[in-house]
């Protein structure tokens, strides 16, 4: 607590948009998972900046580009904040990057205005977010985004009666909100909402309640990593996939990294997102070759890899445009309306919610040469952030 504090005065002394930008070095700060339970998305930030500048160098115009990291391994606001208060005072960066949770990039949205720091968000999913401040950008995705076509998702599979079940967070009601809409507008019946607690690990309740509504499917989000994992195995384990129940989730309840452990009993289970390792294009295959220059096997590759990639391609355009001086406004213009081709097909920024627009798309876990994938079977293409046109 005395280090927090220390950074908060020394902000309010030096002012934080008085620091001075270096000349022959721009710093970025990274905030993410490094260790603990979701630490491979951590690692997922750190090779996908990794292969980036692996196959684009470390420098623009001129200027040395150094990303610091710092570690954050839980939901946890105050040390988030603390954490941007220090990379911005005392580190300098100009730039920060990151976030998994959305409570952590909520945080950390407050103290960038201050200091002038643009915040490129390279997991965390509220639609919110962006709204917080004109200095936030995203590169991952956001739940209205990649619900909104899980809900037409289910209606294709025949779907008329499903139960919501989410993650009680902010993510979570984005998900439940734009399943429930679309669902109910495209004809069909939500016969129940489960608001599940984040640190939930026992989901056999919750199985016999999807049960007890004679729901014919149940769509699901919860945050990537352990739950995610025992959520499907309950699913599986109570019967409810031999009962016929179509399960439909976003990309973070079927990992390539987890689909291994669940084994055949994953095969057929339908998600939406806005990429899969099984992506068919030029660049998705150069991008998986970088990853493994930098350390990062196929194995262990997740959305966030590629979220960072993106992102760090944001943050040298930003660069480019200011030629690494610390003007945020210029560096926030030259990313809007800005598009290209992604390892996960064409993107671009969109000029008025500074949130990427990309395909989403439907997959099916399948068997590949006695590998797990998730194969893609339809794209929607250029979807926007809907939570932010509500």
Request: hydrophobic share 40%; no cysteine; proline share 6%.
């Amino acid at each position: 607590m005395r280090r927090v504090g220390f950074f908060v005065i020394a902000a309010a002394a030096v002012g934080l948009a008085g620091l001075p930008a270096l000349a022959d070095t721009v710093k970025v700060g990274v905030i993410g998972p490094f260790s603990g339970p979701f630490g491979i998305f951590g690692k997922n930030f750190k090779a996908g900046i990794e292969a980036y500048q692996s196959k684009n160098g470390k420098t623009v115009k001129g200027h040395n580009v150094e990303f610091i990291y710092r570690d954050l391994d839980a939901i946890d606001p105050a040390k988030a904040k603390a954490l941007a208060q220090e990379l911005i005072v005392k580190d300098r960066v100009q730039y920060l990057a990151g976030a998994y949770f959305t409570p952590d990039a909520m945080a950390i949205t407050t103290v960038i205005d201050q200091g002038k720091t643009p915040f490129v968000v390279m997991n965390a999913a509220t639609s919110s977010i962006t709204e917080k401040s004109p200095l936030v950008s995203r590169t991952s995705f956001t739940l209205w985004q990649i619900t909104v076509p899980a809900a037409k998702a289910a209606i294709e599979e025949g779907a008329k009666r499903a139960v919501v079940a989410v993650s009680d967070y902010g993510p979570g009601l984005d998900a439940e909100a734009a399943f429930k809409k679309t669902f109910e507008a495209d004809g069909g019946t939500v016969t129940d909402s489960i608001r599940m607690p984040v640190r939930t690990t026992d989901f056999g309740p919750i199985m016999q309640r999807v049960k007890d509504t004679k729901a014919d499917a149940v769509f699901a989000f919860l945050p990537s990593g352990p739950p995610t994992l025992a959520f499907v195995k309950a699913f599986i384990d109570n019967g409810l996939k031999a009962a016929g129940i179509k399960l439909i989730t976003t990309g973070d309840l079927t990992l390539e990294t987890d689909l291994p452990a669940l084994g055949d009993a994953a095969l057929g289970i339908i998600s939406t997102y806005g990429y899969a390792m099984s992506h068919d294009s030029p660049e998705n295959k150069a991008f998986l070759a970088e990853l493994k220059k930098v350390g990062l096997p196929e194995k262990e590759v997740v959305m966030t890899a590629v979220a960072a990639y993106d992102g760090t391609r944001l943050l040298y355009r930003m660069i480019e445009a200011t030629d690494g001086k610390q003007d945020p406004a210029k560096a926030m213009d030259a990313v809007k309306g800005y598009a290209w081709e992604s390892p996960r097909g064409p993107v671009s920024i969109d000029p008025k919610t500074r949130h990427i627009r990309q395909s989403i798309y439907k997959r099916v876990v399948e068997k590949k040469d006695g590998e797990y994938i998730n194969r893609e079977i339809k794209a929607y293409p250029d979807q926007p952030d809907f939570g932010l046109m509500q």
